[in-house]
């Protein structure tokens, strides 16, 4: 049973047609500016890491510097998430759990090095993030080897 009246057949397949190509053209958008991110992060690291030893502050610079380079390991994670979808693959939940891990560990990397420092309230909010996002990862992943054997998709160099 068709959810569309007859005539509207037509309509309704043109419309997912452009749907499709919409859809696969904003992942082109993704995949390049994700690239583009990934330039722009390593030439911020190395001009943390400049700016580390210039300064002869390595213990600021290197952390600073460690934070420019875990925000490129998230974006590393979703490239390799955009890849598994090109190839066919699903958008795991988990990555995005990952990502929201890195994102709150990068930020107790670099609140030693703050301009201003975080109250105890802040902290004790990044805490609870931090508690709550690795409970989700566990009962996903939990979750995941209950429902049975996942189909892996191979990632760039492993065919």
Known sequence: MS???????????LTIRSMVWLNGFAHLIIGLALAVTVLMFTWLFFDDVYEA????????????????????WIVSALITSEIRYLRGGKLEVTTFIE????????????????????????????????????????????????????????????E
């Open 99 to 158: 990502v929201a891990m890195v994102v709150v560990l990068r930020r107790f990397i670099v609140m030693p090095v703050q301009e201003v420092v975080p109250s105890i309230k802040e902290v004790a909010l990044w805490i609870g993030a931090a508690v709550l996002l690795g409970l989700m990862y566990l009962l996903v992943r939990w979750g995941q080897r209950m429902s049975g054997p996942e189909e892996v998709m191979p990632v760039a160099g492993d």
């Open 53 to 72: 030893l210039r300064s002869h502050n390595l213990v600021h610079g290197f952390l600073h510097a460690l934070g420019t380079l875990m925000v490129l």
């Open 3 to 13: 959810r569309f009246p007859d005539p509207m057949a037509a309509l309704n397949a």
